[in-house]
């Protein structure tokens, strides 16, 4: 049951506080269900798109934080306006704030949300289309950056403003986590003891993907070169396409991209050849991944790899999770990651 219970506009962030509390008491003296008290999650977007942003904040199933502020920015408002709401989910209440105000309101943000969110909690803040001055003013108040490096069109400036952001707070990206399932499978794939040798004989790494999702070839690159060690350079360009080398202790490793058209962001496939011959393709496909490998003496395996993507209703829902948690190869895949870039 979702009843909007307040609403005011050209109101301050006190009336806004001082309303969300009345509406706690009075749920509270109505029935049993009780606050969700979890996770803030603040969402900066256009106000033009803020109906999309919604309905990607619908779909991220039981994730949802437990108070959600969406500030709706709109170009040339003066006056900051509220509404309020809450939906009850069998004994929890999750709450949902709308503010709407101008990109005067963005320097000062944190002081309009300080109020409003709940204290105590820890805060994650997410700026789908960009406006980085308020994501700025809010790092002092948030304990969480949800970022997705895709949407910057340049590849570079999308790896350094995550750095920039990195010194200043926890960094939760979205471009890193649609490599997840690569790097578990290929993780997985080197498990074994015996093969545990051929990542020593890695001679070249090609990751296909999506135009716009060249971050998150790096950002594989970027692991794959610090777990093992290699020491990253950057890459050239050919074409649409980069290529260079990382070195490592036997030897150079060459390390290319190939963009390719897919209906989804993110990876579309890997393949890894070591020196003595063996070979590892992974590549997206109906149900999961399909697999391929080419053994030294010339015999192949395929197989698939069933549910390995999320899709990006989840990865959404995986990055508000994530918020919670903390990732400790994030950061050396970033380093390694923008040297790869040029930075």
Not at 150 to 176: C, K
Request: proline share 5%; with cysteine.
């Amino acid at each position: 049951m979702t009843d909007a219970v307040w609403s005011a506009d050209d109101t301050s962030p006190a009336a806004i506080e001082a309303a969300l509390r009345t509406m706690e008491i009075e749920r509270h003296q109505e029935d049993s269900a009780v606050p969700a008290r979890v996770l803030n999650l603040v969402t900066i977007v256009d106000g033009d798109w803020r109906g999309e942003i919604e309905n990607r904040l619908a779909r991220v199933g039981r994730y949802h934080a437990s108070r959600t502020v969406l500030c709706a920015v709109e170009r040339g408002r003066d006056t900051l306006s509220a509404r309020a709401s809450a939906h009850v989910e069998g004994a929890a209440v999750r709450e949902h704030v709308l503010l709407e105000m101008g990109e005067r309101h963005l320097p000062r943000l944190d002081r309009i949300l300080d109020p409003v969110v709940v204290t105590d909690l820890a805060t994650a803040v997410w700026a789908p289309h960009g406006h980085d001055a308020g994501v700025d003013a809010v790092c002092g108040l948030a304990q969480v950056v949800l970022r997705d490096s895709v949407d910057e069109p340049d590849p570079r400036a999308a790896l350094d403003r995550a750095a920039q952001l990195i010194e200043r707070t926890y960094v939760v990206d979205l471009a890193w986590l649609r490599t997840t399932p690569w790097r578990e499978r290929i993780a997985a794939t080197f498990d074994p003891p015996a093969w545990r040798g051929h990542l020593r004989k890695l001679s070249s790494v090609t990751v296909r993907h999506s135009p716009e999702s060249t971050v998150a070839a790096l950002l594989l690159f970027g692991w794959l070169a610090s777990r093992l060690g290699w020491e990253a350079s950057p890459l050239s360009a050919r074409g649409a396409s980069l290529q260079g080398r990382a070195r490592a202790r036997r030897g150079d490793v060459v390390l290319r991209t190939e963009p390719t058209e897919q209906g989804v962001r993110g990876l579309a496939g890997v393949t890894l050849e070591t020196a003595d011959g063996m070979a590892l393709s992974l590549d997206r496909g109906k149900g999961g991944l399909e697999a391929w490998r080419r053994f030294a003496d010339g015999r192949e395996a395929r197989w698939t790899v069933l549910g390995a993507s999320r899709g990006e209703p989840g990865i959404l829902g995986e990055g508000i999770r994530q918020a919670l948690l903390r990732e400790p190869t994030y950061e050396p895949a970033l380093r390694a990651a923008r040297v790869l870039a040029g930075s």
